[in-house]
Structure formats: structure tokens, C-alpha cells
């Protein structure tokens, strides 16, 4: 192999290396954003029960 053909070896490995970490950068993105969109349904859903609990009784 000669030295060129290395050197595009090296960057065709380099180029999918960069495309897996974005991919999991992403997928990582997506989880922390379901997470917070659950947490603030939780909290909304925990406020209307908590003014259902208390309503009527100020």
C-alpha cells in the first residue's frame, strides 16, 4: 500500500470515527431531552394535583 493510499485509509477511518461520535452525541441529546420533557410533565401534572387538593381550602 502506498503512502497515499494510507494516508486516505487513515482518513476514510478518521471520517467514520467523527461520524459515530456525532451520531452518539445525538442519540444523547434525544435522551436528555425525553428526560426533560418528562420531568416537566411530572411537574406539571404535580402542580394541577396540588391545586385540585388544595382548592376550596383557602
Do not use: C, P, V, Y
Not at 470515527?17 to 426533560?36: C, I, T, W
Amino acid at each position: 500500500m502506498s503512502a497515499i493510499e494510507e494516508q486516505l485509509q487513515q482518513s476514510r477511518e478518521e471520517f467514520q470515527q467523527a461520524e459515530n461520535e456525532q451520531q452518539e452525541a445525538e442519540e444523547h441529546s434525544r435522551s436528555a431531552a425525553d428526560a426533560l420533557a418528562q420531568t416537566e410533565r411530572e411537574a406539571r401534572e404535580a402542580t394541577q394535583h396540588l391545586r385540585r387538593m388544595t382548592k376550596g381550602t383557602t
